[in-house]
Structures are given as structure tokens and as C-alpha cells.
């Protein structure tokens, strides 16, 4: 699924010893490159640019510029890159807000080497990888929004996050469905964009709500 | 938001009430000028009395059904109809006895300047009776009162007149003024009692953060940077040390996480709320034998006593994954829905053909049953779905209050 090539990979967090730690760890499975490294958020937009990373692992703790405003700008910038959460802890307002303007997963920092790397193969092969506490948040977050004008969930779109809360694979989703994994992996996608989208409505609401508010 | 609409209800309630007492005053006003048209008998223009009456219930009619808003267009006609009343009572009653007898346009007019000072304040109020009062003036010079050469008493009358309407109108006027800044200091005080309470618990709540992090994972910190530095000094150092060193670090980084994911409210009693996810959490990263990820769709607020009970029963679970399942990995879930908690602990193990009464028989059912019992307790019921092969799904359902949860 990864080729031979290995996926080139940008890690951005403010502790030396961690992305020394990261990188080392990304080398050894022989499957990853680490092309550059960057402390900031500022840093990160700008070395994203220069050495053209296929995936960004960031952390979301960032001084200049914060986590979630870097991958926005990243992923506007160049909206090939993929962008994977590492985070310290499973801030859920952090997490949602990472996903919505573009990351393409999450991890904790507590994941271990394997899961780490699995992970950067996985997203940049395209696979949407909600791993199953992120389904459970992101499902916990569709919920809180029901009832406003955000494009909702569909029954079979709930059907299959609820599955992944609950650790089944697309394989076994679309075993236990009937679907093809395929099929599977569209849903995933569009309550992934369904999810960005509904930021945009958060902020147009806020945008217009300020401007009443104002006259 | 709320608060400060507790506030002015406060003013709208206050000022229904006024204005309903003044509708009655109204009506009773009016009786009382139709008891003393009857009984006059006398009257000079009794066609022009009979329209005035029947005027002036129309308009108290319209106001009483349709209770308009004391608009200015609604203020002025109901003082020039009160102005008009003093001139007509003049015109009505037998000529030169206005001041003598009782006056035909009764406490109508002092309606309006009660009004006016209940809509636009004591100047308002005073104004309308300076108004009233000139009026009265007319009224007197219509009933054919020589006022230049009258005798003091009948000049004192008309001045007690005028200041019963300016003192009518400008003390409900105050009244009103009065209504309306008690509310706003009802609404301010409320809003600074609820600042000043979230204050103090953020402030409690910080403190007892600091205490915690202090205690624990401070110490482990200075620990891990103290046998880091002589790891680095030393020569060869046995694993074990530096996996021990290791675990702690994890300990304090899991204790940590769900520091931060905890409910600051609860202190461990009983009566204090927990939160499911980080209970599961805290599960999910103590297991050293196969990895177990933790999910919620939100931190899930229950008593502290559901979730010890719900954790226990997912711990057998994971016991019977463990030694029975053959599965690479668990997944624990929790969502709330309609007042319902719904906790999945689902394997991808071997599975089984999962039938109660056939258990029962071999004997077999002992661990289900204990979780069951720990969530009949609860008020919730409990259900296994397996196939061989395709893994287990133990799923515990517990209804919750609505006000003893958070989301």
C-alpha cells in the first residue's frame, strides 16, 4: 500500500529531545524520512514550503503560531500534505478543531514506535485513519451539533463512526455492512468533510452573529 | 443572558401590576361619574354629559382590551381627553357651582397623570398634572366662575386640585423610577455573585491542580532528571533500572492525563461526580497485555459511584478477553444517548455462540453474570453479541438522570 518509497516526513514540536526521539524512531522502521524538523508554528509553515513534505507530524502546543492555525495554513498552502496530529493529551477541543481544518488524524504521544509509523504509512496512503477515540469524539461532537443547520450525519454515516468508536477495522465494517472497503472508506471521508464543513458554518454564524451584535 | 432577563421580568411584573391598578381606578372613577350624573339631575347640557360618559368608556374599554404600550400618541390623547373632561364637567354642571358640589368629572383625569408618571417618569407625572390643572382652570371659567373677583376659598380649591394631580402623577412616577432601578440592582447583584462564585472555584480548582501536580508528578520529574543525569554519568546500568525508571515516567504521564480529563469537583467521595472517559482511559492504559483503546463522545459526568461499578464490570470484562478471547486488541466505548449510557467492550477474538440458558447449564456464566449484577444494580441491563470468529461485543446499558450528567 506504501510503495517502496519512503513517505517524507516534516516533525514539527518544541522539544529537541522529542523530535530527535520521533525521528529516531521513524528511521528505524526504514519505511520514513525525516526531511525536516521545525520548533514553531511559524517555522512550520515556512519550512513546510522549502522542503515539501508528503506529511506533517505536528504537535498542536506550538509557540509563535498554534498547532490548529499552522495546519490550516499548511494545508491551504499546499493541500496535498497530509497532516497527523501528536499530541500530549487528548484535549477533545484541541483534537476536533485540528481535524476540522485539515489534519488527518491523531495520535497520542503515548503511541508506541509501531503505531507511530503505521500510522504515516497509513495517512499517506490516503486512508482516513480515525482511530477509534476520535470516531467516539467526533461522533460526541455531530451530537452536540444536531439540530442546527450543520449538514448532519446520515443514519449509515453513524452507523459506520459508531463502529470505528468501537475498534473495528473498514474491513470488518464493511464485512459486517455488506459494503466494500471501499464504500467503507467513502463514508469515513465525507464525515471528515462534513466535519470541516461545519467549521465553516461555525465561523460564518460567529462572523454574522458578531456583525448584529455590532449594529 | 438569563440573568438579566430575570431582572427586567422583575421591572415588567412591577409595572403590569401598576398599570392594572390603574385601569381599575379608572373604571371605578367612571361608576362614580355616571352616580353622580344620575343624582345631579340638574345637569345643563345632559346630551353633551351622556356623549362625554359614553366616550370616555369607550376609551377605557379600548384600554383594558387592548392594553397598548403608553406610546406618545396614546399619552397625549388620554390626557387631552382627561383635559376635555375638566372643561365639560364646567359646561355640564349648573352654572357657578363648580368648587360647591361634587364635581362631575370625578378622579377620572388624575388617571392620566398617574399614567403619564408611570410611563415617563416624576416629570412626566408633574407634567400632566401642571396640565390637569390648567384645565381645571378652564373648567371653572366655563361654568361661568368669575375667578378675578372670587372669594380666596375657590382659588384655594382650584390650587388643591391642580396639586392633587402633579402629586398623583409625579409620586407614581417615582414609584416607577424606583421599580425599575431595584431591578437593575437585582440584576447586577445576581451577576456578581455568580461571577464572583465561578471565581472562587476556578481559584479552588487551580489550587487543588497545583497540590496534585505537586505531590505527584513533580517528584516523579525530579526523580526521572536525577537517575537520567547518572544513567548518562555511569557506565553500563542494568535494564531493569532503566525500566523502571521507564514505568514510572508512564504512570505519572497516565495519572497526568486523567488529572486533567477529572471532574474538579470531585474529590473522591462518593457523592461527587466522575468522568466515564477518563475512568476508561485510565483502564484502557494500565492493560500490559494487549493494547485496549479508550473512546466517549464526551467526558461523560456520571456519579462517582456509577462509574466505579461500570470500571469494575468493564475489568472483568478485559480479565475474560484476556484469558479466554485470543483477541489482538480491545476497544472500549462510551456514548450517552437520550439519558442512556451505552459502554461497549468489544474484542476481535475468536468469539462464541453466546447463549444464556445453555451457559447457565455448563456452569459457565459465572464472570457474565457478576458483570450483569454489578449493572442490574445500576438500573441497567446487559448484552453479548458473538459469532465465533468474528469477535465479542459486551455491551452495558445504565440510565442516567438527566441533571446528574454533564453531556
Known amino acids: 500500500m506504501s510503495g517502496d518509497e519512503k513517505v517524507r516526513v516534516m516533525v514539527v514540536d518544541d522539544h529537541p529531545v522529542w523530535r530527535d526521539g520521533v525521528r529516531a524512531d521513524l528511521e528505524a522502521s526504514g519505511r520514513v524520512e525525516v526531511v525536516a524538523e521545525a520548533a514553531d508554528g511559524g517555522d512550520a509553515i515556512e519550512r513546510a514550503r522549502e522542503a515539501m513534505p508528503e506529511l506533517v507530524l505536528m504537535d498542536l502546543n506550538l509557540p509563535t503560531v498554534p498547532g490548529v492555525e499552522a495546519i490550516r495554513r499548511i494545508v491551504e498552502e499546499s493541500p496535498h500534505v497530509k497532516v497527523l496530529v501528536l499530541s500530549a493529551s487528548a484535549e477533545e477541543a484541541d483534537v476536533l478543531e485540528a481535524v476540522k481544518v485539515g489534519a488527518s488524524g491523531y495520535l497520542l504521544k503515548s503511541a508506541t514506535a509501531a503505531e507511530l509509523v503505521d500510522a504515516v504509512v497509513r495517512v499517506r496512503a490516503g486512508e482516513p485513519t480515525f482511530s477509534p477515540s476520535l470516531a467516539a469524539l467526533v461522533l460526541g461532537e455531530f451530537r452536540r451539533m444536531s439540530g442546527t443547520t450543520e449538514p448532519g450525519l446520515t443514519a449509515r454515516e453513524t452507523e459506520v463512526l459508531r463502529l470505528v468508536a468501537k475498534g473495528y477495522t473498514y474491513k470488518e465494517i464493511a464485512d459486517q455492512l455488506f459494503l466494500s472497503t471501499k464504500t467503507v472508506q467513502n463514508h469515513v471521508q465525507n464525515i471528515l468533510t462534513k466535519l470541516q464543513l461545519s467549521r465553516r458554518y461555525e465561523l460564518m454564524r460567529y462572523a454574522i452573529r458578531r456583525g448584529l451584535d455590532r449594529s | 443572558m438569563r440573568k438579566a432577563a430575570r431582572g427586567s421580568s422583575e421591572a415588567e411584573r412591577g409595572r403590569a401590576?401598576?398599570?392594572?391598578?390603574?385601569?381599575?381606578?379608572?373604571?371605578?372613577?367612571?361608576?362614580?361619574?355616571?352616580?353622580?350624573?344620575?343624582?345631579?339631575?340638574?345637569?345643563?347640557?345632559?346630551?353633551?354629559?351622556?356623549?362625554?360618559?359614553?366616550?370616555?368608556?369607550?376609551?377605557?374599554?379600548?384600554?383594558?382590551?387592548?392594553?397598548?404600550?403608553?406610546?406618545?400618541?396614546?399619552?397625549?390623547?388620554?390626557?387631552?381627553?382627561?383635559?376635555?373632561?375638566?372643561?365639560?364637567?364646567?359646561?355640564?354642571?349648573?352654572?357657578?357651582?363648580?368648587?360647591?358640589?361634587?364635581?362631575?368629572?370625578?378622579?377620572?383625569?388624575?388617571?392620566?397623570?398617574?399614567?403619564?408618571?408611570?410611563?415617563?417618569?416624576?416629570?412626566?407625572?408633574?407634567?400632566?398634572?401642571?396640565?390637569?390643572?390648567?384645565?381645571?382652570?378652564?373648567?371653572?371659567?366655563?361654568?361661568?366662575?368669575?375667578?378675578?373677583?372670587?372669594?380666596?376659598?375657590?382659588?384655594?380649591?382650584?390650587?388643591?386640585?391642580?396639586?392633587?394631580?402633579?402629586?398623583?402623577?409625579?409620586?407614581?412616577?417615582?414609584?416607577?423610577?424606583?421599580?425599575?432601578?431595584?431591578?437593575?440592582?437585582?440584576?447586577?447583584?445576581?451577576?456578581?455573585?455568580?461571577?464572583?462564585?465561578?471565581?472562587?472555584?476556578?481559584?479552588?480548582?487551580?489550587?487543588?491542580?497545583?497540590?496534585?501536580?505537586?505531590?505527584?508528578?513533580?517528584?516523579?520529574?525530579?526523580?526521572?532528571?536525577?537517575?537520567?543525569?547518572?544513567?548518562?554519568?555511569?557506565?553500563?546500568?542494568?535494564?531493569?533500572?532503566?525500566?523502571?525508571?521507564?514505568?514510572?515516567?508512564?504512570?505519572?504521564?497516565?495519572?497526568?492525563?486523567?488529572?486533567?480529563?477529572?471532574?474538579?469537583?470531585?474529590?473522591?467521595?462518593?457523592?461527587?461526580?466522575?468522568?466515564?472517559?477518563?475512568?476508561?482511559?485510565?483502564?484502557?492504559?494500565?492493560?500490559?497485555?494487549?493494547?485496549?483503546?479508550?473512546?466517549?463522545?464526551?467526558?461523560?459526568?456520571?456519579?462517582?459511584?456509577?462509574?466505579?461499578?461500570l470500571v469494575a464490570a468493564v475489568r472483568q470484562a478485559l480479565d475474560n478477553v484476556v484469558e479466554h478471547a485470543g483477541a489482538t486488541r480491545v476497544a472500549l466505548f462510551a456514548e450517552e444517548d437520550a439519558g442512556v449510557v451505552v459502554l461497549t467492550v468489544r474484542d476481535d477474538g475468536r468469539g462464541f455462540r453466546y447463549d444464556e440458558r445453555q451457559l447457565l447449564a455448563q456452569g459457565k456464566i459465572g464472570l457474565a453474570k457478576s458483570i450483569k449484577g454489578r449493572v442490574e444494580q445500576l438500573g441497567g441491563t446487559m448484552a453479548v453479541t458473538s459469532r465465533p470468529g468474528a469477535g465479542t461485543e459486551v455491551e452495558l446499558r445504565v440510565p442516567i438522570r438527566e441533571d446528574e450528567r454533564d453531556r
Not at chain 2, 363648580?98 to 408618571?117: D, N, S
Not at chain 2, 497526568?256 to 477529572?262: D, G, K, V, Y
Open chain 2, 17 to 309: 401590576v401598576l398599570s392594572l391598578g390603574i385601569l381599575a381606578f379608572r373604571w371605578v372613577s367612571l361608576g362614580w361619574m355616571v352616580i353622580l350624573a344620575l343624582t345631579a339631575g340638574e345637569l345643563r347640557r345632559p346630551a353633551l354629559a351622556v356623549a362625554t360618559i359614553a366616550g370616555l368608556a369607550a376609551w377605557t374599554g379600548w384600554l383594558t382590551v387592548a392594553r397598548p404600550r403608553p406610546t406618545w400618541p396614546v399619552l397625549a390623547c388620554d390626557l387631552a381627553l382627561a383635559v376635555g373632561l375638566n372643561l365639560v364637567a364646567g359646561l355640564v354642571m349648573p352654572a357657578g357651582t363648580v368648587g360647591e358640589r361634587p364635581f362631575f368629572a370625578a378622579g377620572y383625569p388624575v388617571a392620566a397623570a398617574v399614567t403619564w408618571g408611570a410611563a415617563r417618569g416624576v416629570g412626566g407625572g408633574v407634567a400632566a398634572g401642571l396640565v390637569l390643572g390648567a384645565s381645571l382652570v378652564a373648567g371653572q371659567l366655563a361654568n361661568g366662575i368669575d375667578l378675578a373677583s372670587s372669594e380666596p376659598a375657590v382659588l384655594l380649591d382650584l390650587a388643591g386640585g391642580t396639586l392633587n394631580f402633579v402629586l398623583a402623577g409625579g409620586a407614581v412616577g417615582l414609584v416607577a423610577r424606583l421599580l425599575e432601578r431595584s431591578a437593575g440592582q437585582l440584576r447586577q447583584a445576581t451577576e456578581e455573585t455568580i461571577r464572583a462564585r465561578e471565581r472562587a472555584a476556578r481559584l479552588a480548582e487551580r489550587e487543588s491542580l497545583g497540590r496534585q501536580i505537586h505531590d505527584s508528578v513533580l517528584q516523579a520529574l525530579a526523580l526521572v532528571h536525577k537517575r537520567g543525569r547518572e544513567l548518562a554519568a555511569g557506565g553500563p546500568v542494568p535494564p531493569d533500572q532503566v525500566a523502571g525508571l521507564a514505568e514510572m515516567a508512564a504512570g505519572q504521564e497516565r495519572a497526568l492525563r486523567s488529572l486533567i480529563l477529572r471532574d474538579p469537583a470531585d474529590d473522591g467521595t462518593p457523592a461527587g461526580a466522575a468522568s466515564l472517559r477518563a475512568a476508561l482511559e485510565g483502564l484502557a492504559g494500565a492493560e500490559r497485555s494487549l493494547p485496549v483503546t479508550a473512546g466517549a463522545t464526551g467526558a461523560l459526568w456520571l456519579p462517582a459511584r456509577h462509574v466505579e461499578e
